[in-house]
Every structure is written in structure tokens, then in C-alpha cells.
């Protein structure tokens, strides 16, 4: 059976090569051969997140890396921005893990602005803001630029950035807007399977994760940080995305380019959007459309459901129904990782011929 | 170059049809297709672990099932049985979750007994117990069946044990044990590359979560047991490792054979211990020798270093020096997961060549 082609937001699919990639033998990670890997690894990392920090590896799905940011880097009060799924659900992992915090929730079609942060962190309350850069439920792209810099004006606010639907698809210079912790898994942009979370993490983050009391071993910062001043870590990870990610990422810095990869996200993005438009809506608010997925507000009245069938029957292909209470009131197509502009041209083609459309 | 043939307690060799299933194409995480390959792989687990219970699919390392089994399941305190380098890692990870617990420390080279266990237990400060049934770091294999027999007489005493590098290379039959968490990774016994760790959850331990104060999100089985509902996981896992794990399962429970796989583990144990008594001695208390690892003292004080390094210069084979403080005073020899007497016959006489004996 030919296998379906993931238009979805995670997991995309993945080049051959890369697949390729995983099946490479396994190597002992308290080797020398592993400590290249890692210092290869990190190297490139840092160079297509634009930071000096050390880029850490979490043997865990981003949610992990979620969860290790609020853990090791509050010490008062956490601000959570929710503007979707993804931001609740950080919100909620605050709370499980005993951590204080607050959410500012907005309609799930509107962006967080940067005075909206400002009037909260006017308080005094918190040394912590949460932010998604990219909704993936929404389609929503936050202004992550205007937020870090109001972030910026307050000495000891501390911030973290989900970027788990951007990262490596969108340009994001981690150090010049001085986030602390910027996460991803590698199913999104990266293109490559799901398994391992990548997240820089700044050094004064360190430092305040040693005066807050430890509220996890396994997404301890320092114990990690530890090992990876000798090029490991702590626990055994999933060497083969490993192997495929170093692969990627030689590809996407060396191979396309960093700045021809945003700049086929740009015009997938724009693509998609003019198409929705044209047929449907845009569900985000105007201008702070993703430039990775795009969330479609189902203003014909469609059924979702049947349209992803047929394109899964019919043409093999499968793209994302709403996520949650926005399923059949919107659908979302991702033109993310290693996609390209005749991909998502072929299937707004097919889409039109099943809907009919012109 | 061709690659160095593990002996190490993990990771070991992968197959090279498990390293190719690796490589099959991604699939959707909410797609009908992941629920049949989560499914199938549940069906295996079970009969691997002789239980009804669901199996847990960690998306992390087995630390973070460690990690998950004290946070979810201690109400009261827990006692942790430490008598090696990962048991004392147990420890540490249940008090970095602020989970009240004592450990009942004993040598490194000496087994736990059963009436130590009593004796803390009729104590009646605890409510739960950790167990390193195969100690990684000494050899050591410490009497489950005796020790679950002592858990079982305290009736709200819950048994959770790491069986990290037994699993799958020795018979633990979990329900008959009353064993509540049972967990190991993948890079040991299985014989599959690391990237996630499995352990069936009993009924009685999913009750008692919801009556502990929430300690983590990431790690919280009553969210992870909503998702198996419905035959998906609450995050999206290391996809290519299912693919592995369901072939490799079917290697082994219906190509091999379970029988046939223990008893193969327990042959190359008598060869490895053998051969070590011959030359050297063994590390850990007599008749609690591991069945998947010897470790090895340096009776004759060669250099583990040095010979380590000529196996790998000369043929390609790694073993492990001795864990921690124990580096050169032991070495240990893996003989788990898919390596076959004959592998292991051929690195013992390599050795007997490197190091002249007769």
C-alpha cells in the first residue's frame, strides 16, 4: 500500500535519506563516536537557532521540554499566554507540577499582543512568561518579536517559547530577542520523525535552576547540563533520530540554505492563505496568519471529515481536521519541513476536483 | 568503516531488519493506522510480560518511567532497595520529586533479601517499593520472585521494579508477581535502539494516581491511560521504535520463542560466568549473578582501558569498564537481546588472545 502523505502539522513526512538515516547501527552513547555526534549536533543547532547557549536534547516529546521550562525556571509566578490548545496545555502542565502561575486567556482567533504582557508584568507578579509561538490548533503565528522585546524590559522576567511548529521552518534569532528556553520536537519543520525535543537554554536559566527546589530529576536542567560538558547525556536517547537529525541538519544549513528554507515556508504560506481565501477564510486574526499551517475557517459547510477521506482513498493523502471544539468548524493544512510549493500546489488541486471548487 | 559489535549493557546490536523497520515511512499519530500498530503492539507486550495489565508506552527514557512510577504511586512513603548505581539513581529521582522515601542501602556487591524487605515493611511507614531487579552497574540479580512474595503480604504496599536490562531476555510473569510497574527501555534485552521505555500499569496503581497530588504532567499515567482508551498516546512517541517493536516482538514471540529466548540468555551466562571464574572472578554475591551481564573483577588488575581499546582497534567489539567507582576494579560483558553463544564464544576467545590466557 502506497503509505499516506502527511499534509498534517506533525508528523510531516520524512525525505528517504533521512529515514535512511535511522537505521544507521547503533553506537554505545559513552563513546567517543557519540560525543562527536553530539558536538555536531550542537554546532549546527546553534547555528539555525542563531544562539550561543548550549542546545539541549530531551529524550522526550516537546511536551517534556514544556514541562522542564516551568519546572526548573520559576521561582515566583508564571505567566501562561493562552490563545489555544497548546498554550493551555502548558498552562495545565504549570499547575500539575505545583508551580505558581496564572493564564491570560484570549479568544482562541485572536493573538497575544505585546501590551496585554506589559499590563501583567506591570505587577510584579511573575518571573516567568510562557508563550506558543506558533498555534498549532489555531493557525495563529503570536508576534514573538514585540512580546520578547516587552519581556526584555523587565530584569528578571524569564522567557520560554514553544516553537514547536516554527522551529527550522521559521527564522527565530533566540539570543537577539533573549529567550531562555525556545523548544521543538522534530516532527514539524525539522521533517524528521517524532521522538527527541530540542531547546537552547541560557545560562542565567541555570543559575535560577539551582536556587528553585528540584521538582523533576528527568528534566533537570543542570544534571543535563552536567553530561553535556562532556559531550553526552544523562540518559540513553533515541540515537537514531540522532543520526537523522545531524543528516537534516546539514541539509538544511548546508544543502537549501537557511534562508531559502523560510523563504519556501513564505510562499507555501502564501499560497495556502490566497486559496483559503478564496474558497473559505482564514481562521486567525488578520496578520498573524502561521507561516507553517494554515487553519481554515469552514465557511462552506463542508464536511472535513469526508474531504480527508476522500483524499486519503482516493489520492492518498491526508491533511488535519480542527483540533478539539474547532473540528468540522475549521480544517488545517500543513506546508511545513521539507514540503515543497508543488506538494501543496498538487493538493489544492485535488482538493478543488473533490469540492468542486474553481 | 565497520561498525564496533556491542557487548555493552546496553545499547546492544540492532538487527538489521529492526534497524530497516526503523526506516518505514511516518504515520499519522491520530490516524485508524497508529491505533492498529498500537494495539498489536499491546497485544505482544502482554504475552512478553505474562499480563493482563495495559502496557505503558513512555515516550522517554526508562529514568522517566522510574521517574513516573514514584510520582504517581506513593501516597504515603517509599521505600527505594539500593544495592547499585541505577537503584540509587531511583532514590535520588523519587526525592527530586519531593516524594517522601527512605533507601535501604546494602553493598554493592550483595544481593537484596527478602526479610530485609519485611523487616521495613512491618515498619508500616511505607506504601511502596522500588527494586532494580537486574542491577546494570554490579550484575547483580536481585530475588524478585522471593521480594514481590514479601510485597504481596502488605496489602496497600505497591512493588514497582526496574527491570530495565531483563526484560524480554528473562521470564517475569508481572500479574502472577503482583508487580505494579514493571519497566524497562528498549536498548537492552530487546535488542532495539533506545528512544522509549514500556511498562504495564496495574488497576490498583491508576486508582491511587488520582488520589496523589498531581507531581508531573508528562509523567501522569491517568492522562496516558485516557489516550490508550482510544489506542494513542497522550504525546506523539518515537514513531520509528513502534514499527521496530512490533516486528521485533513478532521475532520474538513467535519466530524464536519465548522459551527458547530465555533459555538462549541463560546459556550464554553459564559460558560468560564460566569463563570469568576461570580467569578472573565474578563481581556480585554467588548465586544472584545477572543472566544478561557479567561483571567481571580485576582479580589479575589488567587494564579494562587498554583492553577495551584493543578489542575495539583490533576487532571491532566493546565492551564495558566497571560502572562508576567500580571502572577498573570490574568489567562487564553484556550477553543480552539478540546475540547468540556463538558472538559470545568468539569475543571471549579475542580476549583470551589480547590478554595470553590459556
Same mark, same amino acid.
Given at each position: 500500500?502506497?503509505?499516506?502523505?502527511?499534509?498534517?502539522?506533525?508528523?510531516?513526512?520524512?525525505?528517504?535519506?533521512?529515514?535512511?538515516?535511522?537505521?544507521?547501527?547503533?553506537?554505545?552513547?559513552?563513546?567517543?563516536?557519540?560525543?562527536?555526534?553530539?558536538?555536531?549536533?550542537?554546532?549546527?543547532?546553534?547555528?539555525?537557532?542563531?544562539?550561543? !547557549?548550549? #542546545?539541549?536534547?530531551?529524550?522526550?516529546?516537546?511536551? &517534556?521540554?514544556?514541562?522542564?521550562?516551568?519546572?526548573?525556571?520559576?521561582?515566583?509566578?508564571?505567566?501562561?499566554? $493562552?490563545? =489555544?490548545? /497548546?498554550?493551555?496545555?502548558?498552562?495545565?502542565?504549570?499547575? *500539575?507540577?505545583?508551580?505558581?502561575?496564572?493564564?491570560?486567556?484570549?479568544?482562541?482567533?485572536?493573538?497575544?499582543?505585546?501590551?496585554?504582557?506589559?499590563?501583567?508584568?506591570?505587577? =510584579?507578579?511573575?518571573?516567568?512568561?510562557?508563550?506558543? /509561538?506558533?498555534?498549532?490548533?489555531?493557525?495563529?503565528?503570536?508576534?514573538?518579536?514585540?512580546?520578547?522585546? $516587552?519581556?526584555?524590559?523587565?530584569?528578571? #522576567?524569564?522567557?520560554?517559547?514553544?516553537? $514547536?511548529?516554527?522551529?527550522?521552518? %521559521?527564522?527565530?534569532?533566540?539570543?537577539?530577542? =533573549?529567550?531562555?528556553?525556545?523548544?521543538? &520536537?522534530?516532527?514539524?519543520?525539522?521533517?524528521?520523525?517524532?521522538? @527527541?525535543?530540542?531547546?537552547? %537554554?541560557?545560562?542565567?536559566?541555570?543559575?535560577?535552576?539551582?536556587?528553585?527546589?528540584?521538582?523533576?530529576?528527568?528534566?533537570?536542567? !543542570?544534571?543535563?547540563?552536567? *553530561?553535556?560538558?562532556?559531550?553526552?547525556?544523562?540518559?540513553?536517547?533515541?540515537?537514531?533520530?540522532?543520526?537523522? @537529525?545531524?543528516?537534516?541538519?546539514?541539509?538544511?544549513?548546508?544543502?537549501?540554505?537557511?534562508? !531559502?528554507? /523560510?523563504?519556501?515556508?513564505?510562499?507555501?504560506?502564501?499560497? #495556502?492563505?490566497?486559496?483559503?481565501?478564496?474558497?473559505?477564510?482564514?481562521?486567525?486574526?488578520? =496578520?498573524?496568519?502561521?507561516?507553517?499551517?494554515?487553519?481554515?475557517?469552514?465557511?462552506?459547510?463542508?464536511? %472535513?471529515?469526508?474531504?480527508? +477521506?476522500?483524499?486519503?482513498?482516493?489520492?492518498?493523502?491526508?491533511?488535519? !481536521?480542527?483540533?478539539?471544539?474547532?473540528?468540522?468548524?475549521?480544517?488545517?493544512?500543513?506546508?511545513?519541513?521539507?514540503?515543497?510549493?508543488?506538494?501543496?500546489?498538487?493538493?489544492?488541486?485535488?482538493?478543488?476536483?473533490?469540492? &468542486?471548487? +474553481?
Amino acid at each position: 500500500m502506497r503509505h499516506h502523505r502527511l499534509f498534517t502539522p506533525g508528523p510531516v513526512e520524512v525525505e528517504t535519506e533521512n529515514l535512511q538515516a535511522l537505521a544507521t547501527p547503533q553506537l554505545h552513547h559513552r563513546s567517543k563516536e557519540f560525543s562527536q555526534l553530539f558536538d555536531s549536533i550542537q554546532e549546527k543547532l546553534k547555528r539555525l537557532l542563531y544562539t550561543e !547557549n548550549p #542546545v539541549f536534547i530531551f529524550s522526550s516529546s516537546a511536551t &517534556g521540554a514544556m514541562e522542564a521550562a516551568v519546572t526548573n525556571g520559576v521561582k515566583k509566578k508564571c505567566l501562561n499566554l $493562552v490563545n =489555544g490548545a /497548546f498554550s493551555k496545555r502548558w498552562h495545565q502542565i504549570t499547575a *500539575y507540577n505545583g508551580v505558581p502561575c496564572d493564564a491570560l486567556s484570549i479568544e482562541w482567533n485572536k493573538a497575544i499582543k505585546p501590551e496585554m504582557v506589559r499590563e501583567k508584568l506591570d505587577t =510584579g507578579e511573575y518571573d516567568a512568561v510562557t508563550l506558543v /509561538f506558533n498555534e498549532t490548533s489555531t493557525g495563529t503565528m503570536n508576534p514573538l518579536k514585540e512580546i520578547a522585546e $516587552v519581556v526584555k524590559e523587565y530584569d528578571d #522576567v524569564f522567557l520560554f517559547v514553544d516553537a $514547536v511548529s516554527a522551529m527550522a521552518g %521559521v527564522k527565530i534569532e533566540v539570543d537577539k530577542l =533573549g529567550i531562555d528556553m525556545c523548544l521543538a &520536537g522534530l516532527q514539524k519543520c525539522f521533517a524528521l520523525p517524532s521522538g @527527541l525535543a530540542v531547546s537552547p %537554554v541560557s545560562e542565567r536559566l541555570l543559575e535560577r535552576a539551582k536556587e528553585v527546589p528540584p521538582r523533576s530529576y528527568y528534566f533537570n536542567l !543542570n544534571i543535563m547540563h552536567k *553530561y553535556y560538558q562532556r559531550s553526552q547525556t544523562p540518559v540513553t536517547p533515541a540515537i537514531p533520530h540522532l543520526f537523522a @537529525l545531524d543528516r537534516q541538519l546539514d541539509y538544511i544549513l548546508n544543502e537549501e540554505g537557511l534562508e !531559502n528554507r /523560510f523563504a519556501r515556508h513564505e510562499r507555501m504560506a502564501a499560497i #495556502v492563505q490566497k486559496w483559503a481565501r478564496t474558497h473559505f477564510d482564514t481562521y486567525p486574526e488578520r =496578520g498573524y496568519e502561521s507561516k507553517t499551517l494554515t487553519c481554515i475557517e469552514n465557511t462552506r459547510g463542508i464536511s %472535513v471529515k469526508e474531504l480527508n +477521506e476522500r483524499l486519503m482513498n482516493e489520492y492518498g493523502m491526508r491533511i488535519s !481536521n480542527g483540533y478539539g471544539e474547532l473540528k468540522e468548524k475549521t480544517f488545517r493544512i500543513a506546508h511545513m519541513g521539507d514540503a515543497q510549493v508543488q506538494d501543496v500546489k498538487g493538493l489544492l488541486a485535488v482538493i478543488d476536483d473533490i469540492l &468542486g471548487l +474553481e
